[in-house]
């Protein structure tokens, strides 16, 4: 069964019939070509999916493309702006929290959410906010010095 829907992907206007099977990760990956998420575990315990759906960050692997429908999604691909990366990639980068990088899409949509939420986090409460994301190479020291770095009111997101 396919159903028309609306949406938007970093700002660009999106119209198409998707399978009402299918996972918003598919449709992102596979149709649209914004590869920045990754397919990890395919059942939501990784995070290596993760966008941002409406400024909130989901496994875009468990989310039905159909549910999207006029929704604001944004990827990694949408961060940088004139090849200028966000502080909150900068932080990844600066605080050596990428290795193989497959995990890292994932963690910047969330930790950019978070940065966007204005809130003040403790070092407890990151760790909570990012326990979604599994990352097989860093062994998440740095991940949270980045994380921390830009919640800590150090730097901002772009937007
Ligand atoms: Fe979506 Fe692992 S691929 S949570
Ligand atoms: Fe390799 Fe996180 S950097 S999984």
């Not at 660009?12 to 449709?27: G, K, P, T």
């Not at 990827?75 to 990088?101: I, M, P, R, S, Y």
């Not at 830009?150 to 772009?158: H, M, P, R, T």
Request: charged share 30%; hydrophobic share 35%; aromatic share 6%.
């Amino acid at each position: 069964l396919l159903k028309r829907i609306s949406f938007t992907v970093n700002e660009q206007e999106v119209s198409m019939e998707v399978d009402v099977r299918e996972s918003l990760l598919e449709v992102l990956r596979n149709r649209l070509g914004y590869t920045g998420a990754k397919k990890g575990c395919g059942v939501g315990e990784c995070g290596a999916c993760t966008v941002l759906v409406d400024d909130t960050p989901i496994d875009s692997c468990i989310y039905l493309a159909v549910w999207a429908d006029g929704k604001k999604i944004r990827t990694v691909e949408g961060l940088a702006k004139n090849g200028e990366l966000t502080e909150v990639q900068k932080a990844f980068v600066d605080e050596g929290a990428v290795q193989c990088g497959f995990c890292t899409p994932g963690l910047i949509m969330t930790t950019t959410a978070l940065v966007e939420r204005g809130e003040k986090l403790s070092r407890e409460e990151i760790k909570r906010e990012l326990s979604g994301h599994f990352c097989r190479c860093t062994g998440y020291k740095q991940i949270l010095h980045a994380a921390e770095k830009c919640l800590n009111n150090i730097c901002k997101s772009n937007e």
